[in-house]
């Protein structure tokens, strides 16, 4: 038996830290939507008590400390599969990018295997395993467009928000998440309006949506990487209507209406690094066969 799954980008339009919880995690505020780039996993049943990950990205690891691998371990563990499964994933979102790659491909397994397996679990259950593997997966299980809380695992759905293009722009150099989380100067942070970005995207107000973008994360991230702040000065000036860092970055993404826009921020982006992408909004509900 085989089945594919698709495992959508993600990126922030607002991302607020509120303060560090006793668990050492942060409490956080997040406005999240997906966007058409994607890996592509296949999935195989096999007959062996076993978990196979395999990938032709080498940034992509083939053991426990790959996500997706995590998460077919605690389905296979909590429900006490007796089959084993491979997990080709097709890596097209860029690594280390702040765009929840990783995250994602782990959902997408949950989702995978939950039809593989015949668990019949529900997308909120799914959920609330994925909370047990990575801070984003949840959200990527339903793959919609949401409010997170909590350490990200308080999922709150949101209509999809206005459609428009993106283009994404990740320099060569990656960020690790968990330095920037500790570098972060909560006493001095100029919080988003994130109420305000919810009822943007409820009214299905672009400007609305434009004129709110923050995340707090570029405090930390832009300094130590100049090419981040460049690029998002490249892409105001060549006709993004708003711009921002994704999740801890490095990669930025621009907003506009237009096609053609698109195309002209696209180009004049190829110079400042190699990965730059045009997609579209997603933002719709992922919902189970």
């Not at 979102?93 to 995250?103: D, F, K, Q």
């Not at 109420?195 to 991230?221: F, H, P």
């Not at 460049?230 to 490095?250: F, N, T, Y």
């Not at 992408?277 to 066969?289: A, T």
Request: net charge negative.
């Amino acid at each position: 038996m085989y089945t594919i799954e698709k495992a959508p980008a993600k990126i922030n339009l607002t991302l607020d830290v509120l303060y560090k919880r006793p668990d050492q995690y942060h409490e956080v505020e997040m406005v999240m939507t997906t966007v058409d780039l994607a890996d592509r996993i296949e999935f195989f049943l096999l007959e062996e008590h076993k978990i196979e990950v395999a990938s032709e990205n080498r940034f992509v690891p083939n053991d426990e400390r790959n996500l997706a691998y995590r998460a077919a371990r605690l389905l296979k563990d909590r429900y006490d599969v007796k089959e084993g499964v491979r997990i080709k994933i097709d890596k097209q979102i860029p690594v280390a990018a702040g765009l929840a790659g990783g995250s994602s491909d782990a959902a997408a397994t949950l989702r995978g295997l939950n039809r593989l397996w015949k668990l019949n679990l529900t997308l909120d259950e799914l959920a609330d395993l994925g909370a047990e593997v990575g801070s984003d997966v949840s959200f990527c299980v339903y793959n919609s467009t949401a409010l997170a809380k909590g350490r990200g695992e308080t999922i709150i759905e949101l209509p999809p928000p206005p459609q428009c293009w993106v283009i994404l722009a990740k320099p060569v150099q990656g960020v690790s998440t968990q330095s920037v989380y500790k570098s972060l100067q909560l006493d001095d942070l100029n919080h988003p309006d994130t109420e305000g970005m919810v009822q943007a995207i409820k009214q299905s107000d672009y400007q609305g949506v434009c004129s709110r973008l923050k995340n707090v994360l570029e405090t930390v991230t832009l300094p130590k990487n100049p090419e981040v702040e460049q690029i998002k000065q490249q892409m105001l000036s060549s006709g993004a209507d708003a711009v921002l860092m994704s999740g801890s970055g490095p990669t930025v993404f621009g907003l506009v209406q237009q096609e053609s826009r698109a195309d002209r921020i696209y180009n004049s982006l190829r110079g400042f690094c190699e990965e730059v992408y045009v997609v579209r909004s997603l933002g719709c509900h992922q919902r189970l066969d």
